[in-house]
């Protein structure tokens, strides 16, 4: 099973600051199966990013990831306050989905 | 609107059952696989099972495997999760969610409920 690893486990930023999440697998993720979600307080997850670099429908373009092999990254060009949340990394690989423990993105 | 919505979620006793059901509408139910999520309180989010969009495939994660069955019914755009020999580590909010592309359920999952609350407790 693939174990997958997030860090910083928290991002403290300001609005219009840029944030740089890492997620990070024990093997290679094989056809970039890897997806980003944002979860709010309360609220379901919500898919930011699917196939480690393709956004979701109705995603503003300042989510990004990028990444393969066993590191990626989620890339929030400037934070807006709707985008203090936790997120997850999620992955699978041999009929297994596994998802990372979180980054919480706090204001500073 | 595309939406999911759980249902069948409660409190039972340790060893005891559920079923969960997930009805969706606003897209073609047939054509995607569908998954169950959940989430512990407090905690991340675990992948439960998924089943293929025809429903001849299903896949578990090894903590439910041989307790829980998922199943779905494409004519009632319905989908299920039967839980047997519950325990206590199986408290969490359980989410039904849609698979974001029709061709492959690895991808990810784009369309989520807001879940249903499972508590297992005497």
């Known amino acids: 099973e693939i174990v997958l690893t997030q860090s910083p486990d928290t991002l403290s930023l300001s609005p219009g600051e840029r944030a740089t999440l890492s997620c990070r697998a024990s093997q290679s993720v094989r056809s970039n199966y890897l997806a980003w979600y944002q979860q709010k307080a309360g609220q379901a997850p919500r898919l930011l990013i699917y196939?480690?670099?393709s956004r979701a429908t109705g995603i503003p373009d300042r989510f990004s990831g990028s990444g393969s092999g066993t590191d990626f990254t989620l890339t929030i060009s400037r934070l807006e306050p709707e985008d203090f949340a936790v997120y997850f990394c999620?992955?699978?690989?041999?009929?297994?989905?596994?998802f990372g423990p979180g980054t919480k993105v706090d204001i500073k | 609107e595309v939406q999911v919505v759980e249902s069948g979620g409660g409190l039972v006793q340790p060893g005891g059952s559920l079923r969960l059901s997930c009805a969706a509408s606003?897209?073609?139910?047939?054509?995607?696989?569908m998954t169950w999520v959940r989430q512990a309180p407090g905690k991340g989010l675990e992948w439960v099972s998924t089943v293929t969009h025809s429903g001849v495939s299903t896949f578990y994660a090894d903590s439910v495997k041989g307790r829980f069955t998922i199943s779905r019914d494409n004519s009632k755009n319905t989908l299920y999760l039967q839980m047997n020999s519950l325990r206590a580590d199986d408290t969490a909010l359980y989410y039904c969610?849609?698979?974001?592309?029709?061709?492959?359920?690895?991808?990810?999952?784009?369309?989520w409920g807001q879940g249903t609350t499972v508590t297992v407790s005497s």
């Open positions: 606003g897209f073609t139910f047939r054509k995607y696989a």
């Open positions: 969610a849609k698979v974001v592309v029709t061709t492959a359920w690895a991808y990810g999952m784009d369309v």
């Open positions: 999620q992955q699978y690989d041999n009929s297994l989905v596994t």
């Open positions: 196939a480690a670099s």
